[in-house]
């Protein structure tokens, strides 16, 4: 008996735990896991964290460098040489400017610069970087709320096909056993055999129609597999789907990307204006420099300075520049604005229908009643041979289509819950 016990409690803890393996949840959970434009975001927005290290080193830390030099300036016809170098030609000789060139240049020497007081301009190109990394993550939760409700949508489909398939197959079972009693009746003279005949060819037409569902749910579990980067492997059963309708939220997904896409623009303009900041640079160099190869190996020395920048004129661009962002920022509130009305327009819409869909699946669901109710009557009657097979094919048509009509409005409800959380976001 322990062992018994044992075996039954591990078969209801395997099955639990094979359920959770193709629920609704699971499949939501791998699509985000899986699909390749949310891994592009998050590698995008680590990349965005790099470019903070970048906006440092290049504004913030000492940039060195190298520069050789060997410049000759020759002279002609100096003193009677066709060429000379030298840096004091006769009159008559021809080269440039010897007070500019001084002959030559012999030069390697280690550079260094860095900016100095430019805090301002740093923060500005951070709170920039901030506002792009933002957006991404902004991005990936838009992605990952477009993809739960695509992932919902496929897994409500999917299992109606597959009510369909388990009731076409109730169908067809309560069909072969009345074809049994049929056979018998009609062997006792009660029924003719043309009514087994259409008993028979009604009980084929619903088993094509089985192997038709049985392909569409293998279709849509397909989709299902490619949205949720899943390999489709076997066929499962689905759960029934879980789907609870939220309740309105105070603050919307529009208004969190409305105030970055500000932010944005402010950062942008914030950062076009860094160019109208004064700029202090230091500079300094060691090396070899000489204008002569003649001693040149005295010719090692070091020298530094600042170098200060102020902007006077541009053109007017720094004004052009804050009149079109001006111009973006009024596009935003327009689209604000008319994304607010929308919105609610629509939970409002979402709402009316599932509360008229909730009143007529409880309708249909007395409905369906009744009809399974007339259903079990006329099985009696014909197993005494009292209704046609007609009647009794007939009544099974309108039971059949009553509840795939329920199938549809539950369908239906799900998809509407999803539509509303999806909006109410």
């Given amino acids: 008996m322990r062992q018994l016990a044992f075996w039954i409690f591990f078969f209801i803890v395997a099955n639990s735990l094979h359920a959770q393996e193709n629920d609704l949840e699971y499949f939501i959970a791998k699509a985000e896991e899986n699909v390749p434009i949310l891994l592009e975001n998050e590698n995008l927005q680590k990349i965005g964290a790099l470019q903070n290290d970048m906006i440092h080193a290049q504004n913030n830390a000492f940039q060195v460098g190298t520069s050789s030099d060997i410049l000759i300036a020759p002279y002609f016809n100096n003193n009677g040489k ?24 012999y030069s390697a020497q280690v550079n260094v610069t860095r900016n100095l007081f430019n805090k301002a301009i740093v923060d500005n190109l951070l709170f920039q970087n901030k506002m792009g990394i933002e957006a991404l993550q902004l991005t990936s939760e838009e992605i ?3 993809l739960g409700k695509n992932v919902t949508d496929t897994y409500i489909l999917a299992y109606q096909i597959q009510l369909q398939e388990k009731f076409t197959e109730n169908i067809i079972e309560d069909l072969e056993k009345r074809l049994s009693v049929v056979e018998l009746l009609v062997k006792r003279g009660i029924l003719l055999e043309s009514d087994y005949l259409l008993l028979q060819v009604d009980l084929e037409n619903r088993r094509l129609e ?49 105030i970055n896409d500000s932010l944005q623009l402010t950062a942008n303009q914030e950062v076009f204006e860094n160019q109208y900041k004064p700029q202090v640079q230091v500079y300094g160099n060691s090396g070899l420099n000489a204008v002569e190869l003649a001693n040149i190996e005295r010719k090692v020395g070091l020298s530094a300075g600042l170098r200060l920048t102020i902007p006077i004129y541009d053109g007017k661009q720094r004004k052009i520049n804050a009149m079109q962002n001006r111009l973006m920022y009024e596009n935003l509130e327009a689209y604000k604005r008319n994304t607010e009305i929308r919105l609610q327009n629509n939970l409002e819409s979402i709402r009316d229908q599932i509360t008229t869909a909730e009143k007529n699946l409880a309708d249909m669901e007395i409905q369906l009643g009744k009809q399974e109710n007339i259903l079990e009557i006329f099985k009696g009657k014909l197993v005494q041979g009292q209704v046609s097979i007609i009647d009794y094919l007939n009544i099974i048509q309108n039971y059949r289509l009553m509840a795939y009509t329920k199938m549809q409005a539950q369908t239906n409800l799900w998809l509407l819950y999803s539509q509303f959380n999806f909006t109410n976001w």
């Fill in 210 to 258: 089985l192997d038709q569902l049985h392909n569409n749910f293998n279709n849509a579990y397909t989709q299902l597999g490619n949205l949720s980067g899943v390999e489709v492997i076997e066929f499962r059963v689905l759960p029934e789907p879980k789907i609870a309708l939220e309740t309105q939220m105070d603050s919307f997904f529009y208004e969190r990307r409305f």
């Fill in 144 to 146: 990952k709320n477009q």
């Fill in 82 to 105: 066709l060429l000379d170098i030298t840096t004091m030609p006769s009159a008559n000789a021809i080269g440039y400017d010897v007070g500019i060139t001084n002959g030559g240049l």
